[in-house]
């Protein structure tokens, strides 16, 4: 089958007409009437200029026989055989490293190249490897494998990630094959986890026994079938062509198959996507009405399920557009909330999710890879047309949108009853890293009583399916590893979140996860100089880049990497994930952020409304004001010590601590208050039981 590429038009976009970006109107099969006929241009209708994002008009005449520009990454797909050669040679090479095609082609392998950025001179390449999840469910057999191959493979160190998914730092190129192949020989895959196609389909992790959550976890689990590669290229690079297919519904394999309205490639080893896959990577994440634990808005596709008053589910909300990564200085790049497309019934959600990806795939710009996402698409052409080509795809019209409630976000921290009889325990990991003593610990937890486990979109783990006999033994031997309740950690940790960066990724232009753990001890010690309360607490989210793996510009108080030690500050975001936040300062050094943080705090402290939250504060003094009080900030007011709890009472017993509290890199206060915490848990843990 061949493929042609469509024409090259502009964006003009309303903020500033002098900006013009070249836009790509798609990837189109010849082998398909559908694909090849002339969509028609549908009128957007009238509306207020504050609903238009952006308007599409063309550099050239249609009729233009000139070559599109395409990306190098295009030429890499075309010319790799279905995302084979040249890396099904070059793995075998002597190099510590791949070439460029090959560093572009494993990805969707699920595996990236990297090396290490805190050495000089010869660098030290290693393979970062990413597992698929849906909705976070990683059966036992998986997780022991996954915990031995971080020791014998890796830096000894499992990673958590924002999409649900573990990430394994530190592979050599030598040691590829077997890994891969023993990922997928013990219930695992890579597949897809990376690379422009779709990548893992999140879900709420909790393992309610509920017909809601329940047929969220089912329809997250059917899509990311639909959406799986059929050609077969993974299991020929890793497992020498040896199939390890599980079952699929059949109403996967059917809305899989049907080309009733030109979402296929006939004849093609993959029929949804082709030769040349998606533009840019795709995200999708399925939820139930309240639930945003999956930060649904930040997707290419959100799907809410729809019930019925007795609980039944009846069909699907659909929003679409969403995204976080950006460009720093560059404003036709931007972070988007998903918004409404429509709703359908139970049994369409698999036809419409691939009519929405067929329309990305044909129309989708493949010249720049910085405006290759759904979400500029969408902005281009507004909502009105991009609903309009997606249900000639679809072969039907959306119907309205269903009223949903209020957003939460919820965590699922702690111990919980599942509803089949059995608890799940909710374990907060800062910035999902598991290693050492936590590590081993897991380790032996999950393996002596066989648990499966599940990652949340927050980083953190899930252990399922708990009896109510082993609750005591197995919060003890946790709580000894520092997994303690979430009472008794500092709320400022339990809903923070920092990408990798430094040292492996290559993308880092400043440290995020190495960094967070002094930001928000700092933080901490600002809230108790103002005067806020420790159970008080607000997002925090820092990344060592613009591309957003961590979410930043939802977050209340947004740290994006924009310099060496230096980080733009985004402000605005609110606690259920419902808005973005706004650039704030740029460039602020990493020494001078209380300089920054003081006043806000402070400020937020005296002059907020009832239950108001710091993004909601922020949102309504307006930017122009928090720059007047931070410019002219010159430290709190002094009021009179009322009290003063010190947890010392003699010079030795701080000097003791101090000592110990350098090897752990807190303030000897910080470390008392979680000795004195961790005590109080394993008293309160005896009494309960």
Same mark, same amino acid.
């Given at each position: 089958?061949?493929?042609?590429?469509?024409?090259?038009?502009?964006?003009?976009?309303?903020?500033?007409?002098?900006?013009?970006?070249?836009?790509?109107?798609?990837?189109?099969?010849?082998?398909?009437?559908?694909?090849?006929?002339?969509?028609?241009?549908?009128?957007?209708?009238?509306?207020?200029?504050?609903?238009?994002? !952006?308007?599409?008009?063309?550099?050239?005449?249609?009729?233009?026989?000139?070559?599109?520009?395409?990306?190098?990454?295009?030429?890499?797909?075309?010319?790799?055989?279905?995302?084979?050669?040249?890396?099904?040679?070059?793995?075998?090479?002597? /190099?510590?490293?791949?070439?460029? $095609?090959?560093?572009?082609?494993?990805?969707? @392998?699920?595996?990236?190249?990297?090396?290490?950025?805190?050495?000089?001179?010869?660098?030290?390449?290693?393979?970062?490897?990413?597992?698929?999840?849906?909705?976070?469910?990683?059966?036992?057999?998986?997780? +022991?494998?996954?915990?031995?191959? &971080?020791?014998?493979?890796?830096?000894?160190?499992?990673?958590?990630?924002?999409?649900?998914?573990?990430?394994? @730092?530190?592979?050599?190129?030598?040691?590829?094959?077997?890994?891969?192949? /023993?990922?997928?020989?013990?219930?695992?895959?890579?597949?897809? &986890?990376?690379?422009? +196609?779709?990548?893992?389909?999140?879900?709420?992790?909790?393992?309610?026994?509920?017909?809601?959550?329940?047929? !969220?976890?089912?329809?997250?689990?059917?899509?990311?079938?639909?959406?799986?590669?059929?050609?077969?290229?993974?299991?020929?690079?890793?497992?020498?062509?040896?199939?390890?297919?599980?079952?699929?519904?059949?109403?996967?394999?059917? $809305?899989?198959?049907?080309?009733?309205?030109?979402?296929?490639?006939?004849?093609?080893?993959?029929?949804?996507?082709?030769?040349?896959?998606?533009?840019?990577?795709?995200?999708?994440?399925?939820?139930?009405?309240?639930?945003?634990?999956?930060?649904?808005?930040?997707?290419?596709?959100?799907?809410? #399920?729809?019930?019925?008053?007795?609980?039944?589910?009846?069909?699907?909300?659909?929003?679409?557009?969403?995204?976080?990564?950006?460009?720093?200085?560059?404003?036709?790049?931007?972070?988007?909330?998903?918004?409404?497309?429509?709703?359908?019934?139970?049994?369409?959600?698999?036809?419409?999710?691939?009519?929405?990806?067929?329309?990305?795939?044909?129309?989708?710009?493949?010249?720049?890879?910085?405006?290759?996402?759904?979400?500029?698409?969408?902005?281009?052409?507004?909502?009105?047309?991009?609903?309009? #080509?997606? =249900?000639?795809?679809?072969?039907?019209?959306?119907?309205?949108? @269903?009223?949903?409630?209020?957003?939460?976000?919820?965590?699922?921290?702690?111990?919980?009853?599942?509803?089949?009889?059995?608890?799940?325990?909710?374990?907060?990991?800062?910035?999902?890293?598991?290693?050492?003593?936590?590590?081993?610990?897991?380790?032996?937890?999950?393996?002596?009583?066989?648990?499966?486990?599940?990652?949340?979109?927050?980083?953190?783990?899930?252990?399922?399916?708990?009896?109510? &006999?082993?609750?005591?033994?197995?919060?003890?031997?946790?709580?000894?590893?520092?997994?303690?309740?979430?009472?008794?950690?500092?709320?400022?940790?339990?809903?923070?979140? &920092?990408?990798?960066?430094?040292?492996?990724?290559?993308? !880092?232009?400043?440290?995020?996860?190495?960094?967070?753990?002094?930001?928000?001890?700092?933080?901490?010690?600002?809230?108790?100089?103002?005067?806020?309360?420790?159970?008080?607490?607000?997002?925090?989210?820092?990344?060592?880049?613009?591309?957003?793996? $961590?979410?930043?510009?939802?977050?209340?108080?947004? +740290?994006?990497?924009?310099?060496?030690?230096?980080?733009?500050?985004?402000?605005?975001?609110?606690?259920?994930?419902?808005?973005?936040?706004?650039?704030?300062?740029?460039?602020?050094?990493?020494?001078?952020?209380?300089?920054?943080?003081?006043?806000?705090?402070?400020?937020?402290?005296?002059?907020?409304?009832?239950?108001?939250?710091?993004?909601?504060?922020?949102?309504?003094?307006?930017?122009?004001?928090?720059?007047?009080? #931070?410019?002219?900030?010159?430290?709190?007011?002094?009021?009179? #010590?009322?009290?003063?709890?010190?947890?010392?009472?003699?010079?030795?017993?701080?000097?003791?601590?101090?000592?110990?509290?350098?090897?752990?890199?807190?303030?000897?206060?910080?470390?008392?208050? =979680?000795?004195?915490?961790?005590?109080?848990? $394993?008293?309160?843990?005896?009494?309960?039981?």
């Amino acid at each position: 089958m061949t493929t042609s590429f469509g024409t090259t038009t502009g964006t003009l976009t309303p903020t500033d007409p002098k900006i013009r970006f070249q836009s790509f109107t798609g990837l189109k099969s010849s082998n398909s009437i559908a694909l090849t006929r002339n969509l028609r241009v549908f009128p957007l209708p009238f509306c207020t200029p504050t609903l238009i994002r !952006a308007v599409s008009t063309p550099l050239k005449p249609e009729t233009s026989t000139a070559e599109p520009k395409r990306s190098k990454v295009e030429i890499f797909k075309e010319q790799s055989n279905f995302i084979r050669y040249p890396l099904n040679e070059e793995i075998y090479t002597d /190099t510590p490293n791949i070439n460029e $095609a090959s560093t572009q082609l494993i990805k969707f @392998h699920g595996s990236y190249q990297q090396y290490n950025r805190d050495e000089r001179g010869t660098r030290s390449y290693s393979f970062m490897l990413r597992t698929k999840n849906p909705g976070g469910k990683v059966p036992n057999q998986l997780y +022991l494998t996954m915990d031995d191959l &971080a020791d014998q493979f890796g830096i000894g160190t499992l990673r958590l990630t924002t999409r649900q998914t573990f990430q394994l @730092h530190g592979v050599l190129k030598k040691d590829l094959k077997t890994v891969m192949s /023993t990922i997928i020989r013990n219930m695992g895959s890579t597949l897809g &986890a990376c690379g422009d +196609l779709n990548r893992n389909v999140l879900a709420p992790a909790a393992p309610f026994m509920t017909k809601e959550y329940k047929f !969220a976890q089912e329809t997250a689990e059917n899509i990311a079938a639909l959406l799986t590669p059929q050609s077969g290229f993974y299991y020929d690079v890793w497992v020498d062509g040896e199939k390890f297919m599980t079952s699929e519904p059949p109403e996967v394999v059917k $809305a899989r198959n049907d080309n009733s309205h030109g979402t296929n490639f006939p004849d093609s080893p993959e029929p949804i996507y082709g030769t040349q896959f998606l533009p840019r990577k795709f995200k999708i994440a399925v939820t139930v009405p309240t639930d945003n634990s999956v930060d649904i808005l930040t997707n290419d596709i959100g799907v809410v #399920v729809v019930f019925d008053e007795n609980g039944e589910p009846q069909g699907f909300n659909i929003y679409v557009g969403g995204g976080m990564g950006r460009t720093h200085r560059q404003e036709t790049t931007f972070p988007r909330l998903g918004e409404p497309l429509g709703y359908v019934p139970k049994g369409d959600i698999l036809y419409a999710i691939k009519a929405i990806v067929a329309t990305q795939r044909d129309h989708g710009r493949r010249d720049d890879r910085k405006y290759s996402r759904m979400k500029y698409l969408i902005s281009s052409w507004g909502i009105e047309k991009f609903r309009n #080509v997606v =249900e000639q795809y679809y072969g039907k019209k959306f119907e309205p949108f @269903h009223e949903l409630p209020e957003w939460e976000f919820k965590s699922y921290l702690g111990w919980h009853e599942q509803g089949d009889g059995a608890l799940f325990c909710g374990l907060h990991v800062d910035n999902g890293r598991i290693g050492g003593k936590m590590k081993k610990t897991l380790r032996e937890v999950i393996e002596k009583y066989n648990l499966n486990v599940r990652i949340t979109p927050n980083q953190n783990l899930i252990l399922c399916d708990i009896r109510s &006999a082993w609750r005591r033994p197995i919060t003890t031997v946790l709580a000894q590893a520092g997994l303690l309740h979430p009472r008794y950690v500092d709320p400022l940790n339990l809903t923070a979140m &920092a990408c990798p960066a430094f040292p492996l990724c290559p993308l !880092a232009i400043t440290e995020a996860e190495r960094g967070i753990p002094d930001i928000l001890k700092r933080v901490r010690a600002v809230f108790e100089k103002v005067g806020l309360k420790y159970s008080e607490s607000i997002v925090i989210r820092v990344t060592g880049c613009p591309n957003g793996c $961590a979410r930043p510009y939802m977050a209340e108080l947004g +740290l994006v990497g924009d310099g060496p030690n230096s980080y733009q500050i985004w402000l605005g975001g609110t606690p259920n994930q419902t808005q973005l936040a706004r650039t704030f300062m740029n460039k602020v050094k990493v020494q001078d952020l209380e300089k920054v943080f003081e006043p806000l705090f402070y400020y937020w402290k005296r002059k907020r409304q009832p239950k108001e939250s710091f993004g909601d504060f922020t949102t309504r003094m307006g930017f122009e004001k928090l720059h007047e009080l #931070v410019d002219k900030w010159e430290g709190p007011v002094q009021s009179p #010590v009322r009290y003063n709890l010190k947890p010392f009472a003699d010079k030795e017993t701080y000097e003791a601590m101090e000592e110990l509290a350098k090897l752990q890199n807190k303030s000897p206060h910080q470390l008392a208050m =979680e000795v004195i915490r961790n005590f109080v848990a $394993a008293q309160q843990n005896s009494k309960s039981e």
